[in-house]
């Protein structure tokens, strides 16, 4: 998703509440260590997203909605995460249109309270979808029409300068590559859903076996 909600352009990075090194050991109250592991998931969680290319306070805020055992506020969110109004309602926003956060309302209360979405399969199902829709479809649309304006209806490669038809097999290049993870997150998706665990793995170990060609020697 070309829109910066979702790739990791939010340069407002929150507050990491990791202790040091020489910081004293998790309380032993009950409430205090749910605190206290809560804070943990989030902060490697937002670590985690961002690596993968994921805004970090969205995936700040599904983890800390995920771990929550009722629905919560934005002030809660804002205070919990240490993160602005604006920051926090446009992560929101993109996690309610994502459909792995959804809002809802107390009775007796004016304000919107969001529930993450729990099934993890389902919210991973749900990612891939989003993932290919907005970022990898667009960008072999974009590559194919780039493409397409240098070899026109009615010409052929062979028409165009030597130049021009090197920049244009470069171009089929990235096309290809694109559709190659376009044509992954397809495959994949199906076996996601149905949580099937088994044909994941066949795929993975077929994609690790195939990238090492002496994998088969040592098993």
Same mark, same amino acid.
């Given at each position: 998703?070309?829109?910066?909600?979702?790739?990791?352009?939010?340069?407002?990075?929150? +507050?990491?509440?990791?202790?040091? +090194?020489? =910081?004293?050991a998790p309380?032993?109250?009950?409430?205090?260590?749910?605190?206290?592991a809560?804070?943990?998931?989030?902060?490697?969680?937002?670590?985690?997203? =961002?690596?993968?290319?994921?805004?970090?306070?969205m %995936?700040?805020?599904?983890?800390?909605?995920?771990?929550?055992g009722?629905?919560?506020?934005?002030?809660a969110i804002?205070?919990?995460?240490?993160? =602005?109004?604006?920051?926090?309602?446009?992560?929101?926003?993109?996690?309610?249109?994502?459909?792995?956060?959804s809002k809802?309302?107390k009775?007796? =209360?004016?304000?919107?309270?969001?529930?993450?979405?729990?099934?993890?399969w389902? %919210?991973?199902?749900?990612i891939?979808?989003?993932?290919?829709?907005?970022?990898?479809?667009?960008?072999k649309?974009?590559?194919?029409a780039?493409?397409?304006?240098?070899v026109r209806?009615?010409?052929?490669?062979?028409?165009?300068?030597?130049?021009?038809?090197?920049?244009y097999?470069?171009?089929?290049?990235l096309?290809?590559?694109?559709?190659?993870?376009?044509?992954?997150?397809?495959?994949?998706?199906?076996?996601?859903?149905?949580?099937?665990?088994?044909?994941?793995?066949?795929?993975?170990?077929?994609?690790?076996?195939?990238?090492?060609?002496?994998?088969?020697?040592?098993?």
């Open positions: 998703m070309s829109d910066s909600t979702v790739t990791s352009r939010d340069n407002s990075r929150p +507050a990491e509440r990791r202790p040091a +090194a020489d =910081s004293p309380p032993d109250d009950s409430s205090a260590r749910q605190e206290y809560t804070d943990q998931i989030v902060g490697f969680w937002g670590d985690m997203a =961002s690596n993968w290319g994921i805004n970090r306070t %995936a700040q805020i599904y983890a800390l909605l995920y771990l929550s009722t629905p919560q506020h934005t002030d804002m205070d919990r995460l240490d993160i =602005s109004r604006g920051n926090a309602n446009m992560n929101l926003r993109s996690l309610v249109e994502w459909n792995i956060v809802t309302r009775p007796g =209360s004016r304000k919107d309270f969001y529930v993450a979405e729990k099934d993890l389902e %919210a991973t199902a749900q891939i979808r989003e993932r290919e829709r907005r970022e990898i479809r667009p960008v649309e974009q590559l194919q780039c493409a397409g304006h240098l209806e009615g010409e052929t490669l062979e028409d165009r300068p030597a130049d021009e038809q090197e920049m097999n470069r171009l089929q290049d096309i290809e590559l694109v559709e190659v993870f376009e044509s992954f997150s397809k495959a994949l998706l199906p076996h996601v859903r149905r949580q099937n665990v088994p044909a994941i793995k066949r795929m993975m170990t077929l994609a690790l076996t195939m990238g090492d060609p002496d994998a088969n020697a040592r098993r």
